[in-house]
């Protein structure tokens, strides 16, 4: 469900807030430890550390 936000001030407009997409990591990285992620013409590395945290470099 979208929330609105009244404005703040009189010539503010209400914003719609949508909520954000949430994507498991299990599925994002398929059994695999590393993944490239494209934007704007560049990549980005984004892997699994032996801790299990997440790190993600250009």
Known sequence: MNQ???PTS???EPQVVTPLIRVDS???FDGQ???IIQHLGE???LRITRHD?????K
Do not use: P
């Open 4 to 6: 609105v936000n009244e």
């Open 10 to 12: 009189a010539h503010d």
């Open 26 to 28: 299990k599925q994002l």
């Open 33 to 35: 430890r590393e993944l």
């Open 43 to 45: 990549e980005y590395r």
């Open 53 to 57: 945290k997440l790190i993600l470099t």
